[in-house]
Structures are given as structure tokens and as C-alpha cells.
Nanobody
Framework: VQLQASGGGLVQAGGSLRLSCAASGRTFSGYVMGWFRQAPGKEREFVASIRWSFGTIYYADSVKGRFTISRDNAKNTVYLQMNNLKLEDTAVYYC???????????WGQGTLVTVSS
């Protein structure tokens, strides 16, 4: 499955963005899908995941209450709604096919999110 993330951009602190991840090659059915991010000079870190069939969701503590992961079965797309963005949310965000709830099997191409003051 090839993954393509989109929706990144420049936003002021406190603002919102919605990232999308579309798949080509097959559907997400049966998969766990997730989002990771990598800030400059830092390791890639887990953000959120969703089990496609059952909708079970996990979040990193740093984004709980601000980010929401969701899916659209018909569009075979997973989303990351990001609200109340903070400067520390600046990173390249990657969509991932998950190995389990918090570890990725592989990532797609990322999309840059820049939060300004």
C-alpha cells in the first residue's frame, strides 16, 4: 500500500489543520493506521493510531485533547484533525501502516506542519 499524506502548511499557534492520508494499492480494511511526526533534530515519534475495523484509537500524551484521528471507509482515507496547535507541534507528519497500536510497519511521504507564534 502506498501512502500519501497531505494538508500540511503554515498556521499560527492556536490554529487548526487537518491532515489527510490516502492509500493506493488496496484498502485500509483490517489495518491499523497511524500518524507519526518528526521535528527538526528529533527522532520520529508516534502521534495517533486507529484500528480500521473496530475504530480503536490511541494518542500520544502530548496531543491528547487537541488532535483527533478518524477514518473514512468510503474514501479509504485517514485524517488527523489538529486543533490548538502549539509551536512544538512543528514537524513533518507521516502517515503510517502500523505494526501495532504504537509502532509503524512503514511510513508514507510526509507533509510539513509549521506552527508560528
Amino acid at each position: 500500500v502506498q501512502l500519501q499524506a497531505s494538508g500540511g502548511g503554515l498556521v499560527q499557534a492556536g490554529g487548526s489543520l487537518r491532515l489527510s492520508c490516502a492509500a493506493s494499492g488496496r484498502t485500509f480494511s483490517g489495518y491499523v493506521m497511524g500518524w507519526f511526526r518528526q521535528a527538526p533534530g528529533k527522532e520520529r515519534e508516534f502521534v495517533a493510531s486507529i484500528r480500521w475495523s473496530f475504530g480503536t484509537i490511541y494518542y500520544a500524551d502530548s496531543v491528547k485533547g487537541r488532535f483527533t484521528i478518524s477514518r473514512d471507509n468510503a474514501k479509504n482515507t485517514v485524517y488527523l484533525q489538529m486543533n490548538n496547535l502549539k509551536l512544538e507541534d512543528t514537524a513533518v507528519y507521516y502517515c503510517a501502516k502500523m505494526q501495532d497500536s504504537t509502532h509503524a510497519e512503514y511510513w508514507g511521504q510526509g507533509t510539513l506542519v509549521t506552527v508560528s507564534s
